[in-house]
């Protein structure tokens, strides 16, 4: 157990709709990455947040979007949704020993989009 | 451009065989270099990781990696592979507090009996 925790596992849904998905940082930790893994795009990395500001943006389609809240909890938004998008949502959170930093990932978000 | 490159898509070992699986990366800067496992249905775990000092580091689960600067290298291994170790293994890598973290494709491992 990473300490990771994210909600809900399974998430099965229709075409055109929308999906909040949420994760839980292991304690301490400021950081929350976001990656989608399908079988054919392989692990993407997606946002990450720090201490509530957005930090980096990945491969992010417009149709989704994140924020981290003060209590450092964080949501990923999944809008307009389409088949493709059928896929593992990972969340980490980060720890940082001075200028190194070290990623503990979630057990992931299974969404499936008929 | 930074990237990681895991050669091998799937390798088949027998159970009590030793283990190389290859990961090389391309970096402006010597990396943080990270080995991470993926059970099926699973989240990724941490293996092991390397940031400095001994170019041999030891891991969970009897896993070992070992940093290669002149090859650009961060291989992982293990001397004797149990049926518990079929399992996606990821390799990673990143600079630095606030830097993104780049993942190879993955090297899927069957074990037979």
């Known amino acids: 157990d990473s300490g990771v925790t994210q909600t809900p596992k399974h998430l099965i849904t229709a075409t055109g709709q929308r999906v909040t998905l949420r994760c839980s940082p292991r304690s301490g930790d400021l950081s929350v990455y976001w990656y989608q893994q399908s079988l054919d795009q392989g692990l993407q990395f997606l946002i990450q947040y720090y201490n509530g500001e957005e930090r980096a943006k990945g491969n992010i389609l417009e149709r989704f979007s994140a924020q981290q809240f003060p209590d450092l909890h964080s949501e990923l938004n999944l809008s307009s949704l389409e088949l493709g998008d059928s896929a593992l949502y990972f969340c980490a959170s980060s720890v940082a020993e001075g200028y190194r930093e070290t990623q503990y990932f979630g057990p992931g978000t299974r969404l499936l989009v008929l | ?113």
């Open chain 2, 1 to 113: 451009a930074q990237s990681v490159t895991q050669p091998d898509i799937h390798i088949t070992v027998s159970e009590g065989a030793s283990l190389e699986l290859r990961c090389n990366y391309s970096y402006g800067a010597t990396p943080y270099l990270f080995w991470y496992v993926q059970s099926p249905g699973q989240g990724l775990q941490l293996l092991l990781k390397y940031f400095s000092g001994d170019t041999l580091v030891q891991g969970i689960k009897g896993f070992e990696a070992e940093f290669k600067r002149s090859q650009s290298s961060f291989n992982l291994r293990k001397p004797s592979v149990h049926w518990s170790d079929a399992a996606e293994y990821f390799c990673a890598v990143n600079r630095d507090t606030g830097n993104q973290f780049y993942f190879g494709t993955g090297t899927s491992l069957t074990v037979i009996p």
